[in-house]
């Protein structure tokens, strides 16, 4: 059903259901007022609101005391406490829990003129209290049923806790690993980025928003935050036409098409214009051209600082342009709240811009049901029995197990074979923080599990847990700066000689889950602290080695590469972290995760994406001495280990592509076959170039995959329609060209293991 359809049904229905019930009660702190106002759906009330109440809609706090204890007397919090009292606040972030909201929400419901319910939002990123995997982690599955089942049970334990709104999913793409955000999204295609934010909306919305466990999306950051200069956070970002409407859009515009039911612009500057306040991309590409019409709300006070970006001479002008732009809801600059109402009597403002933005936002609050049942979210029985139930548990290891990489297995050093006796070494072996990673402000510190923990249950093999080398020199928070140890070598020697005595070593390093995310940018991608150290240390008297890495982005795993048989992506897991990953190591499940991301040989070689530009230039003369080519001297070009790529405990074999010319597109097959010994899952993906173009395209670009599990000796042949839609490109000014001639189509196990057939379209030849 439309969303047009859908609030006009809600409309007409509110002329019943939107008299908003007050119960007149006594309070310590305060008194009930007045009956409610009687109104007839969002028009009439919109008609009833004074301009005051319209920009108390676009006004949101976040939360600024306990509302279960005394309300707020004096400074910011008592004056926010009058707003709130007054009907000037649309909306509240991080408060969360039952209680909580339910107070807050009495007070705007039960003491306002109008009575309208607050939205109540919150960073559900990849899980409540029960933590998934890292949202790039969970991209590496490839399997969007089970991206969309884990954002589903976020959902559902954020919404038995009160919530109603998650400013997720993050939807930017980047390729460049430096940047500490990239843990948050997809990776770095398009393609790939568009199929997971459609999942993660109808995860987190379901088919009905009004369901009580389903919750708002957010789709961000709107748009180019994943390519910031040099990867550095919150810097600006500079994206031509043919970029931004090839590589950025589309994961936003699938999300629109999916009816997510909220946007949220960014930090960054696009060419000169904070995004904020970039009216291109809001009023004419977001709410113009793809007709989106939902909330589009500011990031954390980026509507003031727009003033600091050099882009307005005070707040007040920074209104003017943000609300002008498209800005509906102004998250915790308080601009609007000061400024708006000014504007509109100078003239500055047309009152139309005020109301579209309130209605926006009203509509939102009908979607949710919250205007017929504005408590609905609030139901402590519900939200005791629905968190980290079993159920939720078993869902969120099997996405850990999926999100897992195999990167290298040579030698079969996995699975582990029984009776061995082998040590576990590393600063993350016993660690049950880090695993959760970064965005998990809801969860309690300390719950993952841990991998010691894990393969502890294992008892066929001799263990030895041995820390190592200490990775933080200082307990861990989200707000600060992680200390990582240089200095203090204790254990090294321990490891090394236990590791002299086993038959086997399983090595757990990486970066610290706050090592990633937001405000963690890294100029170098190798091991953090003393780490390389120790693995050479351990490696120079026991190479047999088993290499677990967790981390929040594609590292440099260059030396690793030459010297370890057996290498793990295993990211930042989540609460069964250490289930999942013996469930691996164990051979109890068969790794089938492909690489979202490319992972590099060097940092110097950042950006790295495997849908580059072909250059001029792009190999070595015949002479090979002669260096005119598009090239380091001191690196190759390639990535260590390409987007796509991932390794299984079975082989596949890939033969008899074939591709019929349909005339206005192409259908390709091709034979897929499990020549191992055991059952295992691949992802079967499709590239494709267009060879001379009007505007130069990639050397490849991913236009279809599928994931297919095969038992050993069996065969599926694979098909894949390739229509206007995926063989067409946007130019620099966003329109639409499909055009004629050659077409390399690639099929395969990754972005560099493709078999390959060129075609030609022909369309002009058939009219």
Same mark, same amino acid.
Request: glycine share 8%; with cysteine; proline share 4%.
């Given at each position: 059903?439309?969303?047009?359809?859908?609030?006009?049904?809600?409309?007409i229905?509110?002329i019943?259901?939107?008299n908003?019930?007050?119960?007149?009660?006594?309070?310590?702190?305060?008194?009930?007022?007045?009956?409610?106002?009687?109104?007839?759906g969002?028009?009439?009330?919109?008609k009833?609101?004074? #301009?005051?109440? !319209?920009?108390?809609?676009?006004?949101?706090?976040s939360g600024?005391?306990n509302?279960?204890?005394?309300?707020?007397k004096?400074?910011?919090?008592?004056?926010?406490?009058?707003?709130l009292?007054?009907?000037?606040?649309?909306s509240?972030l991080?408060?969360?829990?039952v209680?909580?909201?339910?107070?807050?929400?009495?007070?705007?419901v039960?003491?306002?003129?109008?009575?309208?319910?607050?939205l109540?939002?919150?960073?559900v990123?990849?899980?409540?209290?029960?933590?998934?995997?890292?949202?790039?982690?969970?991209?590496?599955?490839?399997?969007?049923?089970?991206?969309?089942?884990?954002?589903?049970?976020?959902a559902?334990?954020?919404a038995?806790?009160?919530l109603?709104?998650?400013?997720?999913?993050?939807?930017?793409i980047?390729?460049d690993?430096r940047?500490?955000?990239?843990?948050?999204?997809?990776?770095?295609?398009?393609?790939?980025?568009?199929k997971?934010?459609?999942?993660?909306?109808k995860?987190?919305?379901?088919?009905?928003?009004s369901?009580?466990?389903?919750?708002?999306?957010?789709a961000?950051?709107?748009?180019?935050?994943?390519?910031?200069?040099?990867?550095?956070?919150?810097?600006?970002?500079?994206?031509?036409?043919?970029i931004l409407?090839?590589?950025?859009?589309?994961?936003?515009?699938?999300c629109?098409?999916?009816g997510?039911?909220?946007?949220?612009?960014?930090?960054?500057q696009?060419?000169?214009?904070p995004?904020?306040?970039?009216?291109?991309?809001?009023r004419?590409?977001?709410?113009?051209?793809?007709?989106?019409?939902g909330?589009?709300?500011?990031?954390?006070?980026?509507i003031?600082?727009?003033?600091?970006?050099?882009f307005?001479?005070?707040?007040?002008?920074?209104?003017?342009?943000?609300i002008?732009?498209?800005?509906d809801?102004?998250?915790?600059?308080?601009?609007?709240e000061?400024h708006?109402?000014?504007?509109?009597?100078?003239?500055?403002?047309?009152?139309?811009l005020?109301?579209?933005?309130?209605?926006?936002?009203?509509? #939102?609050?009908h979607?949710?049901?919250l205007?017929?049942?504005p408590?609905?979210?609030?139901?402590?029985?519900?939200?005791?029995?629905?968190?980290?139930?079993?159920?939720?548990?078993?869902a969120?290891?099997?996405m850990?197990?999926?999100?897992?990489?195999?990167?290298?297995?040579?030698n079969?050093?996995?699975?582990? !074979?029984?009776n061995?006796?082998v040590?576990?070494?590393?600063?993350?072996?016993?660690?049950?923080?880090s695993?959760?990673? +970064?965005?998990?402000?809801?969860?309690?510190?300390?719950?993952?599990i841990?991998?010691e923990?894990?393969?502890?249950?294992?008892?066929?093999?001799?263990?030895t847990?041995?820390?190592?080398?200490?990775?933080?020199?200082?307990?861990?928070?989200?707000?600060?700066?992680?200390?990582?140890?240089e200095?203090?070598?204790?254990?090294?020697?321990?490891?090394?000689?236990?590791?002299?005595?086993?038959?086997?070593?399983?090595?757990v390093l990486?970066?610290?889950?706050y090592q990633?995310?937001?405000?963690?940018?890294?100029?170098? #991608?190798d091991?953090?602290g003393?780490?390389q150290e120790?693995?050479?240390?351990?490696?120079?008297?026991?190479?047999?080695?088993?290499?677990?890495?967790?981390?929040?982005?594609?590292?440099d795993?260059?030396?690793?590469?030459?010297?370890?048989p057996?290498?793990v992506?295993?990211?930042?897991?989540?609460?069964?972290?250490?289930?999942?990953?013996?469930?691996?190591?164990m051979?109890?499940?068969?790794?089938?995760?492909?690489?979202?991301? +490319?992972?590099?040989?060097?940092?110097?070689?950042?950006?790295?994406?495997?849908n580059?530009?072909?250059?001029g230039?792009?190999?070595?003369?015949?002479?090979?001495?002669l260096?005119?080519?598009?090239?380091?001297?001191?690196?190759?070009?390639?990535?260590?280990?390409?987007f796509?790529?991932?390794?299984?405990?079975?082989?596949f074999?890939?033969?008899?592509?074939?591709?019929?010319?349909?005339?206005?597109?192409?259908?390709a097959?091709i034979?897929l076959?499990?020549?191992?010994?055991?059952a295992?899952?691949?992802?079967?993906?499709?590239?494709?170039?267009d060879?001379?173009?009007?505007?130069?395209?990639?050397? !490849?670009?991913?236009?279809?995959?599928?994931?297919?599990?095969l038992?050993?000796?069996?065969?599926?042949t694979?098909?894949f329609?390739?229509?206007?839609k995926e063989?067409?490109?946007?130019?620099?000014?966003?329109?639409?060209?499909?055009e004629?001639?050659?077409?390399?189509?690639?099929?395969?196990?990754?972005?560099?293991?493709?078999?390959?057939?060129s075609?030609?379209r022909?369309?002009?030849?058939?009219?």
């Open positions: 059903m439309g969303r047009i359809l859908i609030l006009a049904i809600l409309t229905s509110c019943v259901s939107c908003t019930p007050k119960i007149i009660e006594n309070n310590k702190n305060r008194v009930m007022i007045h009956t409610p106002i009687k109104y007839d969002v028009e009439s009330l919109l009833l609101m004074t #301009l005051d109440e !319209k920009i108390g809609q676009m006004n949101q706090y600024f005391w509302a279960t204890g005394p309300s707020p004096d400074g910011d919090a008592a004056i926010k406490y009058k707003n009292r007054s009907g000037l606040v649309g509240m991080n408060v969360r829990g209680k909580e909201i339910k107070e807050i929400q009495k007070i705007a039960e003491e306002t003129r109008l009575g309208i319910p607050l109540f939002g919150f960073d990123i990849h899980g409540y209290k029960t933590i998934a995997p890292i949202p790039i982690a969970e991209s590496a599955s490839w399997d969007m049923e089970a991206i969309k089942l884990s954002s589903k049970i976020a559902k334990e954020a038995a806790s009160g109603n709104w998650t400013f997720a999913p993050m939807v930017d980047s390729r690993a940047w500490g955000r990239v843990m948050e999204g997809a990776g770095e295609d398009p393609y790939l980025g568009s997971v934010a459609v999942a993660r909306v995860g987190f919305q379901g088919d009905d928003l369901d009580p466990l389903t919750i708002a999306a957010c961000k950051h709107f748009a180019g935050y994943g390519f910031a200069e040099a990867g550095r956070e919150y810097n600006t970002t500079v994206i031509s036409g043919d409407h090839n590589i950025v859009l589309p994961p936003f515009k699938a629109v098409d999916a997510v039911a909220t946007f949220m612009n960014g930090f960054n696009l060419n000169g214009i995004v904020t306040g970039h009216k291109q991309l809001q004419k590409i977001l709410k113009g051209q793809w007709g989106f019409e909330v589009m709300v500011s990031d954390w006070g980026s003031g600082e727009m003033k600091v970006h050099g307005a001479a005070n707040e007040k002008e920074a209104g003017l342009k943000a002008i732009a498209g800005s809801m102004d998250m915790e600059s308080y601009v609007y000061k708006l109402k000014t504007l509109v009597k100078e003239g500055q403002v047309d009152i139309e005020i109301n579209d933005a309130a209605r926006r936002i009203l509509n #939102l609050k979607e949710l049901g205007f017929k049942d408590y609905k979210y609030c139901n402590e029985e519900r939200e005791s029995n629905v968190i980290g139930s079993d159920e939720i548990l078993l969120i290891r099997d850990a197990r999926k999100s897992v990489v195999l990167l290298k297995n040579e079969a050093g996995l699975p582990i !074979k029984a061995k006796t040590a576990v070494i590393g600063p993350l072996v016993s660690e049950k923080n695993p959760l990673g +970064s965005w998990r402000i809801a969860a309690k510190d300390h719950t993952a841990s991998v923990e894990g393969l502890s249950q294992y008892t066929d093999i001799d263990w847990f041995l820390q190592g080398v200490q990775l933080t020199t200082e307990s861990t928070n989200f707000v600060l700066e992680t200390k990582i140890n200095v203090d070598k204790t254990g090294i020697q321990q490891a090394v000689d236990k590791a002299k005595e086993v038959d086997q070593v399983i090595m990486g970066e610290h889950g990633s995310g937001e405000a963690r940018s890294r100029t170098k #991608l091991l953090p003393l780490q120790l693995l050479e240390a351990v490696h120079a008297v026991n190479p047999n080695i088993v290499l677990i890495i967790m981390s929040g982005r594609p590292l795993l260059s030396w690793a590469d030459e010297n370890i057996t290498i992506q295993a990211w930042q897991l989540g609460t069964e972290s250490g289930n999942a990953l013996a469930d691996i190591i051979g109890e499940y068969n790794p089938s995760g492909k690489l979202p991301m +490319s992972f590099p040989r060097s940092v110097g070689q950042m950006p790295l994406y495997y580059h530009q072909s250059t230039r792009p190999t070595q003369d015949a002479n090979p001495d260096v005119f080519w598009s090239h380091y001297i001191d690196e190759k070009n390639t990535a260590l280990y390409p796509g790529h991932g390794e299984s405990y079975t082989n074999e890939y033969s008899n592509l074939k591709v019929t010319n349909t005339g206005t597109g192409f259908t097959t034979d076959t499990n020549t191992g010994d055991v295992g899952e691949e992802v079967t993906q499709l590239y494709i170039r060879v001379s173009a009007s505007l130069a395209r990639p050397v !490849k670009e991913l236009k279809g995959f599928e994931k297919n599990m038992k050993p000796s069996e065969s599926k694979i098909t329609v390739l229509t206007d063989l067409g490109f946007f130019d620099n000014e966003g329109n639409y060209h499909v004629d001639g050659k077409f390399d189509i690639m099929v395969g196990g990754s972005s560099e293991k493709v078999m390959n057939v075609v030609e022909k369309t002009k030849m058939l009219e």
